[in-house]
């Protein structure tokens, strides 16, 4: 075959049963020279005109769901005429329409199985859009290229996760949004409240930047609060818009950073932190410190104030909870039990001391020592000589709120014990719920022992005698007690009754005398 300018092309031929007719495979239209060669014989026809026919489409199929980023293989044509055995060029078209915009032409990347089936690549997209496929065949004159139109759907975007929450309830900060299908970098995507506690569902609307795949968004959070908040993406490209299934985006709860100081009488009380919320409505919020109610709460700024009754310790948690309008009980912001309140230490008001008597009752002047049935405890602490003495006061109660503590006082004797005074939870030094330090000390003594008289003289051999008086002491103390009579005959003389068989109480002394002569002094 010879065409101008000169082509030569040799055709695998072959006979059919009628000598005739001679049977080709496909050809380029147009007018050729057809050189016949029978062995050494041949016959030459000029200007033949061969007019193939033009690829017809039948069918379009198109798999369901498209991946927006386009999919390998996703368009099967059908038809015929398709040349696929043959050298033929081809050419296939797609002309993608959206709404609002002007259609636009793609080469399609496709594989010609047979001269009746070709299969091709889906281009990538979003939501449903109008295909229009072209196909030519070695650029046929005439007939015209094949057409087919369809539509393209592609999948909805999917969220899988949310990273990057919990956010502030001020908003601004950035959450990560991972899933599927949610398009080209160049589309708009938008994050879009949907229920829960933001500062406006209706408006709670913010642009979002998609990453070079089409799985991953990047959208900073909406003012909000609370737990379970509902939102879902919506992707737009020219007037077309998707949105995707929805997801949850959690605040975070309130941290307080500082609180004013009170005294164990209580007072007005205020709050600083962060995360406070966004409707700022008194009827609301909701404060508690330790077990006690933090009652006419308001906010005053970016703070918390409220009024607190009585308390003490160190130890005593703020919980705080700001509720909203038909929000469940989980949507409502807790603290996380992280900041604990501390009474001002408690302060003696009589820092003299006074005197005391075993099994007496001992009330001590302490300001700050909290309401009536504030857990109190009161040692008697002394230390002499490099060693220590803790004596339990027992049955220690507020006997006047926020004034006065009182206790039964411990069997010993001796003097200048300080009182240690715990309140609450408190430590019971200074710095925690305490009155104990070297400015504000409350000393207590018990009575000096008093020799009232003796029960008789006693002979040169010596024999036991009892001492009458006060402020002898409970039968036993411990090792650290000292107690002894002597007796002495101006500065000759000094005899001390044995320790192993004298016995006390704390008004009578049972001694042994050791044997002597004379008048003598007795000293307990």
Same mark, same amino acid.
């Given at each position: 075959?010879?065409?101008?300018?000169?082509?030569?092309?040799?055709?695998?031929?072959?006979?059919?049963?009628?000598?005739?007719?001679?049977?080709?495979?496909?050809?380029?239209?147009?007018?050729?020279?057809?050189?016949?060669? =029978?062995?050494?014989?041949?016959?030459?026809?000029?200007?033949?005109?061969?007019?193939?026919?033009?690829?017809?489409?039948?069918?379009?199929?198109?798999?369901?769901?498209?991946?927006?980023?386009?999919?390998?293989?996703?368009?099967?044509?059908?038809?015929?005429?398709?040349?696929?055995?043959?050298?033929?060029?081809?050419?296939?078209?797609?002309?993608?329409?959206?709404?609002?915009?002007?259609?636009?032409?793609?080469?399609?990347?496709?594989?010609?199985?047979?001269?009746?089936?070709? +299969?091709?690549?889906?281009?990538?997209?979003?939501?449903?859009?109008?295909?229009?496929?072209?196909?030519?065949?070695?650029?046929?004159?005439?007939?015209?290229?094949?057409?087919?139109?369809?539509?393209?759907?592609?999948?909805?975007?999917?969220?899988?996760?949310?990273?990057?929450?919990?956010?502030?309830?001020?908003?601004?900060?950035?959450?990560?949004?991972?899933?599927?299908?949610?398009?080209?970098?160049?589309?708009?995507?938008?994050?879009?409240?949907?229920?829960?506690?933001?500062?406006?569902?209706?408006?709670?609307?913010?642009?979002?930047?998609?990453?070079?795949?089409?799985?991953?968004?990047?959208?900073?959070?909406?003012?909000?609060?609370?737990?379970?908040?509902?939102?879902?993406?919506?992707?737009?490209?020219?007037?077309?818009?998707?949105?995707?299934?929805?997801?949850?985006?959690?605040?975070?709860?309130?941290?307080?950073?500082?609180?004013? +100081?009170?005294?164990?009488?209580?007072?007005?009380?205020?709050?600083?932190?962060?995360?406070?919320?966004?409707?700022?409505?008194?009827?609301? =919020?909701?404060?508690?410190?330790?077990?006690?109610?933090?009652?006419?709460?308001?906010?005053?700024?970016?703070?918390?104030?409220?009024?607190?009754?009585?308390?003490?310790?160190?130890?005593?948690?703020?919980?705080?909870?700001?509720?909203?309008?038909?929000?469940?009980?989980?949507?409502?912001?807790?603290?996380?039990?992280?900041?604990?309140?501390?009474?001002?230490?408690?302060?003696?008001?009589?820092?003299?001391?006074?005197?005391?008597?075993?099994?007496?009752?001992?009330?001590?002047?302490?300001?700050?020592?909290?309401?009536?049935? +504030?857990?109190?405890?009161?040692?008697?602490?002394?230390?002499?000589?490099?060693?220590?003495?803790?004596?339990?006061?027992?049955?220690?109660?507020v006997a006047v709120p926020n004034a006065v503590v009182a206790c039964t006082v411990p069997d010993a004797v001796g003097n200048s014990y300080s009182v240690a005074v715990t309140v609450g939870s408190g430590s019971r030094k200074k710095e925690g719920a305490v009155a104990l330090d070297s400015g504000n000390m409350f000393m207590v003594s018990y009575a000096a022992p008093t020799v009232a008289g003796i029960s008789s003289n006693v002979s040169t051999a010596g024999a036991f005698v +009892?001492?009458?008086?006060?402020?002898?002491?409970?039968?036993?103390?411990?090792?650290?007690?000292?107690?002894?009579?002597?007796?002495?005959?101006?500065?000759?003389?000094?005899?001390?009754?044995?320790?192993?068989?004298?016995?006390?109480?704390?008004?009578?002394?049972?001694?042994?005398?050791?044997?002597?002569?004379?008048?003598?002094?007795?000293?307990?």
């Amino acid at each position: 075959l010879m065409t101008i300018p000169p082509y030569v092309s040799v055709l695998n031929t072959y006979f059919s049963s009628s000598p005739t007719y001679l049977f080709l495979y496909r050809v380029l239209s147009g007018i050729w020279d057809i050189n016949v060669r =029978l062995g050494a014989q041949s016959s030459i026809s000029s200007n033949t005109v061969f007019v193939m026919p033009s690829p017809v489409i039948s069918a379009v199929h198109v798999q369901a769901d498209l991946a927006t980023l386009g999919v390998a293989g996703a368009i099967t044509i059908e038809g015929k005429h398709f040349a696929a055995s043959s050298t033929a060029a081809h050419v296939v078209e797609f002309i993608i329409g959206y709404p609002s915009l002007s259609p636009v032409t793609i080469a399609a990347t496709c594989t010609f199985n047979s001269d009746t089936k070709a +299969t091709c690549n889906a281009p990538s997209g979003f939501g449903s859009v109008d295909l229009t496929v072209h196909m030519t065949v070695d650029a046929l004159p005439s007939g015209g290229p094949a057409s087919y139109h369809t539509t393209l759907v592609y999948a909805n975007p999917t969220i899988a996760a949310v990273t990057g929450a919990p956010v502030g309830t001020a908003g601004g900060d950035i959450v990560t949004v991972s899933g599927s299908n949610f398009g080209a970098s160049s589309q708009l995507a938008s994050f879009v409240a949907v229920s829960g506690v933001f500062a406006n569902p209706e408006l709670a609307t913010m642009s979002c930047t998609l990453a070079a795949s089409d799985e991953e968004v990047t959208c900073p959070a909406p003012p909000g609060q609370g737990q379970n908040n509902v939102f879902s993406l919506v992707f737009q490209y020219a007037d077309t818009k998707i949105s995707s299934d929805t997801a949850t985006l959690q605040y975070l709860a309130p941290a307080i950073t500082n609180t004013s +100081t009170l005294p164990g009488s209580g007072g007005v009380l205020t709050i600083s932190g962060t995360n406070f919320g966004l409707f700022r409505d008194q009827d609301l =919020l909701d404060v508690k410190v330790g077990s006690g109610k933090c009652i006419n709460s308001y906010f005053e700024g970016q703070d918390i104030v409220c009024f607190l009754g009585g308390g003490s310790g160190d130890e005593n948690v703020v919980f705080i909870r700001l509720g909203f309008y038909d929000s469940p009980v989980e949507d409502s912001l807790t603290t996380d039990n992280s900041y604990k309140f501390a009474f001002d230490t408690p302060i003696f008001q009589n820092v003299s001391g006074v005197a005391v008597v075993p099994g007496g009752l001992l009330e001590i002047p302490l300001e700050g020592c909290g309401p009536a049935g +504030t857990p109190v405890s009161v040692v008697l602490e002394k230390t002499d000589s490099g060693s220590e003495l803790a004596l339990v006061c027992s049955d220690a109660y507020v006997a006047v709120p926020n004034a006065v503590v009182a206790c039964t006082v411990p069997d010993a004797v001796g003097n200048s014990y300080s009182v240690a005074v715990t309140v609450g939870s408190g430590s019971r030094k200074k710095e925690g719920a305490v009155a104990l330090d070297s400015g504000n000390m409350f000393m207590v003594s018990y009575a000096a022992p008093t020799v009232a008289g003796i029960s008789s003289n006693v002979s040169t051999a010596g024999a036991f005698v +009892t001492i009458t008086g006060t402020g002898f002491g409970p039968a036993t103390l411990p090792t650290e007690f000292i107690r002894s009579v002597t007796l002495s005959l101006g500065t000759l003389y000094t005899w001390t009754c044995d320790p192993f068989t004298t016995t006390y109480t704390p008004t009578t002394i049972v001694c042994l005398v050791p044997p002597g002569s004379g008048v003598h002094d007795m000293h307990v």
